[in-house]
């Protein structure tokens, strides 16, 4: 079964509904690697192209947040600080083949994906909507890479 964006996900900040669409189009993908069972390629897809992508993208939200002054910065990046230790740990067993670490990352990020941006990501949205900055955050372009499969 294929994840669909939703609605509810979107925080309003292009650049970010972008890269989060981009993530789950990721985790698709590793989904369809994995139903054909092709482990091997899984965990080099994970290790090689969805870790970096992902902290391309908590790092590029940190520089908007600084960028445009988001008063929840310090703190949402630290939660991405945790987070990324947390997806890094992975790195090691899946380049050693642990079958099963590939199954209980997807499930991680996941979580991580619809639960964050709903409890937090959605606050950065608001703010800067209510702020008058949205027009000028929607300039900004999203973090692009190599992956184009959908």
Known sequence: ME???EDRLNTGVFCFDEEHKTILNMLNFLRR???NNKRSEASSFIVDIL???LRNHLRHEEEVFKQFGYPEGET???SHEALEKLFMG???PL???EDKVIKHFQAVVIGWL???IEKTDKRYGVYFAESGLLEKVNEV???RNEFTEV
């Open 3 to 5: 994840l669909k964006w």
């Open 33 to 35: 690697l994995l139903r």
């Open 51 to 53: 870790l970096p992508y």
């Open 76 to 78: 949402h990046a630290k």
């Open 90 to 92: 992975f790195i090691e």
């Open 95 to 97: 380049e050693a083949g």
């Open 114 to 116: 619809y639960g964050h």
């Open 141 to 143: 372009e999203p973090v």
